[in-house]
């Protein structure tokens, strides 16, 4: 079975316990004995950004699965060179782990989150792919954002005008709306909107080279971090990781 680990937990000595996403059944919590000592069964360690090909049993009286043997088909090496690709790495990973129930496929976001993999490995500027990720893992997840439509008056959103996010209906609203709203998130500058209506559509190839200022990219985060968590109900740990190291 191929896939990746996501999360990794010692458990005494030699064992380890991992949070795997596999291609074709998605999400699922194993057990790995003997993990840091058994080179016959474990001939590369368990790490996150690597694809592995797992034999997995599971006994019937038992929840977790038990990996029997993990060979490492492909790792991304130069994600492990860089703080800033491993923070948006695990970024990525914990919106998956966040965002998915065990126990249910989830082909077309593991393809994506491979896809991910390999332009984060590949790529210098990852602010791009940063956005991109979270808007299109959310997408598969069922929460893509609206950039086209005021969430109260229900009219089209214009790029020239301030449009912020609201709290109470998880969306953007208008200018206008703006007035009776109770409380007011991340107002977007016209550039951030652009950028977000830019990448809610674009190719992953395209995005590699987009450039985002200075200026927009904090409020491109704040937005994106705000409507993450009103849809995943809880915050992402590793978001102010991510900020602190994004211009080292
Ligand atoms: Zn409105």
Redesign the pocket.
């Known amino acids: 079975m191929e896939g990746v680990v996501l999360r990794l937990i010692d458990y005494g000595e030699s064992d380890q316990i991992a949070r795997l996403f596999l291609r074709e059944t998605g999400l699922l919590s194993a057990i790995a004995k003997g993990a840091k000592k058994s080179r016959h069964r474990f001939p590369h360690h368990l790490e996150p950004f690597r694809i592995y090909s797992f034999n997995l049993s599971k006994k019937p009286s038992h929840d977790l699965y038990w990996i029997q043997t993990a060979d490492q088909v492909t790792s991304f090496e130069e994600i492990m060179k860089d703080i800033r690709k491993i923070a948006l790495g695990h970024l990525m990973m914990e919106l998956v782990l966040k965002g998915v129930r065990e126990g249910s496929p989830q082909r077309d976001l593991y393809t994506l989150l491979i896809s991910l993999f390999k332009y984060l490995d590949a790529s210098q500027d990852i602010l791009g792919l940063w956005f991109y990720s979270e808007i299109h893992i959310l997408r598969l997840l069922g929460f893509l954002p609206n950039f086209s439509i005021?969430?109260?008056?229900?009219?089209p959103l214009v790029k020239e005008e301030l449009n912020c996010f609201d709290p109470v209906s998880g969306g953007l609203?208008?200018p206008?709306?703006q007035k009776s709203a109770p409380k007011k998130g991340t107002v977007l500058t016209p550039e951030a909107l652009g950028v977000l209506q830019f990448l809610s559509k674009a190719s992953l190839s395209s995005v590699v080279r987009l450039r985002i200022s200075d200026k927009s990219w904090e409020t491109i985060a704040d937005y994106l971090t705000e409507f993450i968590t009103y849809h995943l109900e809880r915050p992402l740990q590793s978001i102010s990781f991510l900020k602190e190291v994004i211009h080292l």
């Open positions: 005021c969430q109260q008056c229900k009219h609203i208008c206008r709306c």
